[in-house]
DNA sequence: TCAAAAGTGTTCCTGTTACACCCATGA
DNA sequence: TCATGGGTGTAACAGGAACACTTTTGA
């Protein structure tokens, strides 16, 4: 509802990307050169193009500024305090950017010293209101794996159960029957098995299944 | 991430104000005055000042444009489409708001046509994008239902089960078992007895309940 | 005494949890 | 043959769903 007003705010975005490796949830982030924040690490973000929405500039940052494409995105929530940025007002619209790990080639810019994973144990020291946009952003990813089947975002095209298990692990930090996953899994329909064979370990090679939906649906998972 | 660039945006608030009343979920809309979009309804909102949140903005606007103070707010989502607004480029941090509806006394300035509350089902047509956003602010209301106790701020500070249930009911859009949902709510002392009880119907007056915390908790209600 | 809403228990069923052993493979 | 992870069934339990009648009041 447009008025006169004297307005001087920018909006940006800045996309919290999540991937399960080693173990662990990991979030992606990248550290600063310029002052005031030089040396603090932060998510990947920035302003917004006049006429691109925040998630397509969520996008064309997240390739720009990581690497990262074809990450699968959801508005997080819109973080304004007038004080988050020191330099200016800046209302920014938060999104979780959730990848496979496998797929992503880590790549920045020279106006970044570095990128890198982070545990989301312990995470360096962060800029602007980051530590609070990334709490928000685990909060929210572990609510959503319990209702959704958005752990596919997370996955190779396919996969093995224990890995889908594993996934589900690290991200609850809990662990979980094995039979009562499988059942679950399976009679929810969520995975279909490919009649493939996972190779290579010394082990007995596990089935690989493929989601049956590569798009969010909705079901009590856990 | 503030960075040089040449943007004309400005942001806004809009709130989907919810009461529950004469048996239905009803919204608060305003009707406009000004062209393009004059004679159409919309939800209340505006620009937010240099200072100000996004919070603060609608909490302000709802006062004046409603005359609805006190209301219990949860930020929705950002709707930015570069079209969205007619006039020029408009991002919105949208807010459900629910409130009690015996609280509320309607007023609103001249630069408006009228308020009224609308039956969610039947609306009238709406400008902007306000069609999409009181839709994505229903589907939430819904879920949030089922697993927190935000039905508090939408009931006096003391109410009847039947009522509760009512809202219940009148929100999801279908009947619930009486016995089981006072047994549920009672279980998991969402709510206490007062020990008051209810006057004035033809009927056995009803015990008086208020809610345990009147703020949000979290718990599988339904 | 009638109408209207309040209040109350039990049974069935479904879904969740807990739990331990054999299988296939590579080294 | 051993180590490693893959794969499987059942019993006990808890929570959810279905269901009908008695109580209290004001008119």
Redesign the interface.
């Known amino acids: ?3 006169p ?8 975005t ?1 996309a919290v990307i999540f991937t399960v490796r080693n173990g662990g949830l990991m979030a992606l982030l990248i550290q600063m050169k310029k002052e005031p924040y030089a040396g603090k690490w ?1 998510v990947p ?10 998630e397509r500039a969520a996008r064309r940052i997240l390739k720009t500024q990581t690497g990262v494409t074809d990450a699968h995105l959801e ?1 997080l ?2 973080f ?3 004080k988050r ?1 020191r ?5 920014s ?1 938060a999104y979780v950017a959730l990848v496979a790990s496998e797929k992503v080639v880590l790549k920045t810019t020279e106006k970044y010293a570095d990128v890198r994973w982070w545990g989301t144990g312990k995470l360096p020291p962060l800029a ?1 209101d980051h530590k609070v946009i990334v709490a928000v952003a685990v909060s929210r990813l572990r609510a959503k794996l319990e209702y959704t089947n958005v752990a596919w975002s997370l996955l190779p095209k396919t996969f093995t159960l224990s890995q889908l298990q594993d996934t589900y692990e690290v991200i609850l930090g809990r662990a979980l029957d094995k039979r009562n996953f499988r059942r679950k899994i399976l009679d929810l329909r969520i995975v279909e098995a490919t009649g493939e064979k996972s190779q290579g370990g010394a082990h007995r090679p596990a089935e690989l299944f493929q989601f049956a939906e590569r798009k969010t649906a909705y079901a009590n998972i856990l």
Chains 1, 2 share one sequence.
């Open positions: 509802m447009p008025q007003a004297a307005q001087n705010i920018k909006v940006a800045d932060a973000g920035g302003i917004i193009e006049q006429d691109e929405t925040s508005q929530a819109t304004d305090d007038p940025d330099l200016g007002r800046v209302v619209v602007y």
